[in-house]
């Protein structure tokens, strides 16, 4: 496989986190140089075909910068933030992309400022975007898209525990045996603070809690910087004789131009001056002793030494010390659903989630049993809680219907269940996205049972063990398969 993408180049392009770090894995393994640029934002074609010669200041583009500091003709390019490009009175950065990318015309493409075709072929483009739907659709036509999903709570427990947790650490300066921060409170912080794709809201939470220990150290007194060394203190006057002592021998010297010569009488002078410092000798009452300063010294060395440094537990009980109250709550609303409410799943930006669905009667007229839907609805209200969140798509098309059947029936649904699926006037259920991110919801909230169309099930074969295990699944194509599931014979009749 290394060796079709060494001879192929192509444009990737590469959907939400982690792509820098893995763009440069990527060359690392291929043997190729990296070179990255962002073009978010950018709205003059100049950047990226460069500046004609008879304009001041004028440079080559971002293409011909690449290849003059990677040095080579294949490296590895990642274009960040490509669907963040905009648009000025300069041109269309977009339509200029477009001879960067397509590979039948990359092989002859055109710098302003050089003037002269540069074969591009060889290059590996890798682009990055947020949002597939803000690329322009030319541009997205010369792609491959790989979406990146987000990570799941066991991934960014390893991920926190292995990295970030080590790094913020040691750039707080703390020691090990200082600090605890249990499993417990990093699975407080992803659930409750961190419920995001990626890991970089977490990574704040951790660098917060960690400067919060580190100022709690510094008001106990621990430190780990080095103890100073003793300087030896000259006094001013007797430095300032023996410079100029120095200064006239040298002058001596150069007026002369003769070779120093030893004084042996100076010499024994010397010793005879070191040997006497060296005999103890006893000072007068009234005169300040340097041993007295060591003594005093070695005893604050020993006292801070023997002092002992609380260590520092983060628990989930106290997490809320460090990072404050959290920003998330409990999914679950019910521990058995009442009639006419059923738990949905749902695809949101920051991963999954799930969704209730409540159906109330308004009125009820004498004599009517049965639930008459009209085209407004006007003898039932629906509800969907969580009014912040916008609901745009068709996957709770098979909730709404079974809270509805719920209500008329005067049924209640499983326990731990949830679905989601949308269905058609005659009863189909069509495949819905997002599977990954709604089967971690279901999780989270202690949903036993998941009902999924039957054509998202390849989707659903292909999530990691450990996020399938403990489910009972099941796949479905009409919606009388999701009434036998939801409204069991063993089922509470709820009257």
């Given at each position: 496989?290394?060796?079709?993408?060494?001879?192929?180049?192509?444009?990737?392009?590469?959907?939400?986190?982690?792509?820098?770090?893995?763009?440069?894995?990527?060359?690392?393994?291929?043997?190729?140089?990296?070179?990255?640029?962002?073009?978010?934002?950018?709205?003059?074609?100049?950047?990226?075909?460069?500046?004609?010669?008879?304009?001041?200041?004028?440079?080559?583009g971002k293409m011909v910068q690449c290849l003059k500091n990677v040095g080579t003709a294949n490296p590895l390019v990642l274009i960040d933030e490509v669907d963040k490009l905009g648009r000025?009175?300069?041109?269309?950065?977009a339509s200029a992309m477009l001879e960067l990318l397509d590979p039948e015309q990359n092989a002859n493409f055109l710098d302003h400022y050089l003037d002269v075709p540069i074969d591009l072929?060889?290059?590996?483009?890798?682009?990055?975007?947020?949002?597939?739907?803000?690329?322009?659709?030319?541009?997205?036509?010369?792609?491959?898209?790989?979406?990146?999903?987000?990570?799941?709570?066991?991934?960014?427990?390893?991920?926190?525990?292995?990295?970030?947790?080590?790094?913020?650490?040691?750039?707080?300066?703390?020691?090990?045996?200082?600090?605890?921060?249990?499993?417990?409170?990093?699975?407080?912080?992803?659930?409750?603070?961190?419920?995001?794709?990626g890991v970089r809201n977490l990574q704040k939470h951790i660098e917060k809690i960690y400067r919060k220990i580190a100022l709690q150290l510094v008001r106990q007194g621990a430190s780990n910087?080095?103890?100073?060394?003793?300087?030896?203190?000259?006094?001013?006057?007797?430095?300032?004789?023996?410079?100029?002592?120095?200064?006239?021998?040298?002058?001596?010297?150069?007026?002369?131009?003769?070779?120093?010569?030893?004084?042996?009488?100076?010499?024994?002078?010397?010793?005879?001056?070191?040997?006497?410092?060296?005999?103890?000798?006893?000072?007068?009452?009234?005169?300040?002793?340097?041993?007295?300063?060591?003594?005093?010294?070695?005893?604050?060395?020993?006292?801070?030494?023997?002092?002992?440094?609380?260590?520092?537990?983060?628990?989930?009980?106290?997490?809320?010390?460090?990072?404050?109250?959290?920003?998330?709550?409990?999914?679950?609303?019910?521990?058995?659903?009442?009639?006419?409410?059923?738990?949905?799943?749902?695809?949101?930006?920051?991963?999954?989630?799930?969704?209730?669905?409540?159906?109330?009667?308004?009125?009820?007229?004498?004599?009517?049993?049965?639930?008459?839907?009209?085209?407004?609805?006007?003898?039932?209200?629906?509800?969907?809680?969580?009014?912040?969140?916008?609901?745009?798509?068709?996957?709770?098309?098979?909730?709404?219907?079974?809270?509805?059947?719920?209500?008329?029936?005067?049924?209640?649904?499983?326990?731990?269940?949830?679905?989601?699926?949308?269905?058609?006037?005659?009863?189909?259920?069509?495949?819905?996205?997002?599977?990954?991110?709604?089967?971690?919801?279901?999780?989270?909230?202690?949903?036993?049972?998941?009902?999924?169309?039957?054509?998202?099930?390849?989707?659903?074969?292909?999530?990691?063990?450990?996020?399938?295990?403990?489910?009972?699944?099941?796949?479905?194509?009409?919606?009388?398969?999701?009434?036998?599931?939801?409204?069991?014979?063993?089922?509470?009749?709820?009257?």
């Open positions: 496989m290394a060796e079709n993408l060494i001879e192929c180049a192509g444009e990737i392009c590469l959907l939400t986190l982690a792509v820098d770090e893995l763009c440069r894995s990527i060359a690392r393994a291929l043997n190729h140089k990296f070179f990255r640029f962002s073009i978010g934002g950018l709205s003059d074609v100049a950047e990226i075909k460069g500046h004609r010669r008879t304009y001041i200041g004028a440079m080559p000025g009175h300069a041109g269309d950065p072929s060889k290059v590996l483009f890798v682009c990055t975007a947020n949002v597939v739907e803000m690329i322009p659709n030319p541009l997205l036509d010369r792609m491959e898209v790989i979406t990146i999903a987000g990570y799941i709570t066991d991934e960014k427990m390893h991920i926190a525990r292995d990295y970030l947790e080590k790094t913020t650490r040691e750039a707080c300066g703390i020691k090990p045996e200082e600090v605890e921060v249990t499993d417990a409170a990093l699975l407080a912080l992803i659930e409750n603070y961190c419920r995001e794709a910087e080095p103890a100073i060394a003793e300087v030896q203190v000259v006094e001013p006057e007797e430095a300032l004789v023996e410079c100029a002592d120095d200064l006239s021998i040298k002058a001596v010297e150069s007026e002369t131009g003769a070779e120093p010569v030893e004084d042996s009488s100076h010499e024994q002078t010397t010793d005879t001056s070191i040997e006497a410092d060296t005999v103890p000798t006893d000072l007068p009452a009234d005169q300040p002793s340097d041993s007295k300063d060591a003594t005093d010294t070695k005893k604050i060395q020993e006292s801070e030494a023997t002092k002992t440094i609380e260590k520092v537990v983060v628990d989930s009980p106290n997490i809320a010390d460090f990072v404050g109250k959290p920003v998330f709550h409990a999914e679950r609303i019910y521990d058995r659903t009442p009639i006419g409410v059923v738990m949905g799943l749902a695809w949101t930006a920051m991963g999954g989630s799930t969704l209730y669905i409540e159906t109330s009667q308004v009125e009820q007229g004498e004599g009517k049993g049965a639930l008459q839907l009209t085209g407004q609805l006007g003898d039932v209200h629906l509800h969907v809680p969580a009014g912040a969140t916008p609901k745009d798509g068709p996957s709770a098309g098979c909730t709404m219907i079974t809270s509805l059947l719920s209500l008329a029936t005067k049924k209640l649904v499983k326990k731990d269940l949830a679905m989601t699926g949308e269905v058609t006037l005659t009863g189909k259920i069509l495949p819905i996205g997002g599977v990954k991110e709604k089967t971690i919801a279901a999780r989270r909230s202690d949903v036993k049972t998941i009902i999924f169309p039957s054509a998202n099930k390849r989707d659903f074969d292909e999530l990691a063990e450990n996020v399938k295990e403990g489910l009972d699944v099941h796949f479905v194509d009409e919606y009388n398969q999701i009434f036998d599931v939801a409204f069991g014979d063993d089922q509470n009749t709820g009257k």
